[in-house]
């Protein structure tokens, strides 16, 4: 055998991939096609599955080959639950027939997948929900209520967890499924936010049949394949493949110099924030670079706790920066059902209070301390008296 040297293969590649498809004159569809062809779609999942079997570290080196070419990544945007939990999830725990079925429409966005985990009575205590699955033959019926969902309106999978036997514990009881959002039975309500915006949606499941094949993993092991789902969920919110320089923090730098502000108090400010953004892209590149298919280490947890606070201060020291201006709405407070693209276009006072969620998306910030703290630190935990009851003797 041939020893090739990865990063060799990764740039032959690219090579190939915009010899054939020079960006600006190529469809982005049919550029992401051929770039999960060439397995620059996650470069170490399994050749034939978008990658080439070499170290994730080289994912940003396709990142940084593609922007500087002027190729869209806007696929990642669009479908980041997809690509950053859903992909991962399915090369972990998936079969064959889910994989070839699944992995490719996902990374060119020609189908958006969406998360429903969390429930009315079950947030922040994923294990403790309610929505039930029952076996009928090759399928499986299942009712409840979700909550939460970001672009469930959108989508047309959904992960789900639920509770196949309320007789064992409320983490062995659980399995997951791959859920088509067109179903009969499915109905997606939005949730009007504080923004004016409805990202979010109810879900209700009313005996929707869901073939066994769509089952991921086997029957009782839905807490651990939704253990993949949610750590790569910290991870992918945490490390967006920007720049330096970019995302939040360049509103804040654009506002300033178009301002002209002098006061030497809010410029230390700012470029505190500034350096606390590129330390967050560093460390968000890092985890990135160990997320393995599988689950990810508590690295994810840092950045998405990290993200979300800096996200929050970001937010409020622009709309400082801008004065009484800060105080209006242009967007306005009337109801907007937003597509994948519309976060591009928001102002600055959107930013401000859509940044009240990033401390609760994808697991609260308390919930990413007792992560830190438990995992990193080892601390003791805090005390579970329910894990060995069975299910459907805890109190609700």
């Not at 990764?10 to 190939?16: K, T």
């Not at 995302?247 to 178009?258: D, F, K, L, T």
């Amino acid at each position: 055998m041939v020893n090739v040297d990865p990063a060799a293969l990764v740039e032959s590649r690219l090579d190939a991939l915009l010899a054939a498809n020079p960006p600006g004159s190529t469809p982005d569809s049919r550029f992401w096609a051929a770039q999960f062809d060439l397995g620059l779609a996650w470069v170490h999942f399994p050749v034939g599955r978008g990658g080439l079997g070499v170290a994730p570290a080289m994912q940003q080196v396709v990142f940084d080959r593609l922007l500087a070419a002027g190729a869209s990544i806007s696929n990642i945007r669009r479908n980041l639950l997809g690509y950053g939990m859903g992909a991962p999830t399915l090369i972990a725990h998936a079969t064959d027939p889910q994989l070839s079925r699944w992995l490719r429409p996902l990374f060119t966005a020609d189908e958006i997948w969406c998360q429903l985990f969390s429930e009315p009575g079950a947030g922040s205590d994923l294990a403790g929900l309610s929505t039930s699955a029952v076996r009928d033959g090759d399928e499986w019926v299942i009712s409840g209520q979700k909550v939460w969902s970001t672009f469930a309106h959108l989508a047309r999978w959904g992960m789900l967890v639920a509770r196949h036997d309320s007789a064992l514990p409320k983490h062995a009881g659980l399995t997951y499924f791959v859920v088509d959002m067109t179903a009969p039975g499915i109905e997606v309500r939005p949730l009007r936010q504080m923004t004016g915006e409805a990202e979010f949606n109810e879900v209700y499941l009313t005996e929707v049949r869901v073939p066994d094949g769509n089952r991921i993993g086997a029957v009782g092991e839905g807490w651990s394949v939704s253990l993949t789902t949610l750590m790569n969920e910290r991870v992918a919110i945490g490390s967006n493949p920007l720049a330096r320089g970019e995302g939040p923090i360049a509103g804040a730098v654009s506002i300033w110099r178009r301002r002209d502000v002098s006061d030497s108090l809010r410029r230390d400010r700012l470029m505190r924030l500034w350096c606390e953004a590129e330390v967050l892209r560093l460390t968000g590149r890092r985890a990135a670079r160990g997320a393995m298919s599988g689950t990810p280490g508590p690295a994810g947890s840092t950045t998405k706790l990290q993200w979300a606070e800096l996200n929050r201060r970001i937010g409020e020291f622009c709309v400082d920066l801008m004065g009484p201006e800060g105080m209006l709405y242009p967007d306005g407070y009337g109801l907007s059902i937003p597509d994948q693209e519309s976060s591009r276009h928001h102002s600055h006072q959107m930013r401000f209070l859509r940044a009240r969620a990033n401390s609760i998306e994808g697991g609260t910030s308390e919930i990413m301390r007792n992560i830190l703290g438990e995992r990193v630190l080892g601390l003791p935990g805090e005390p579970r008296v329910d894990r060995d009851l069975p299910w459907s003797q805890i109190p609700r």
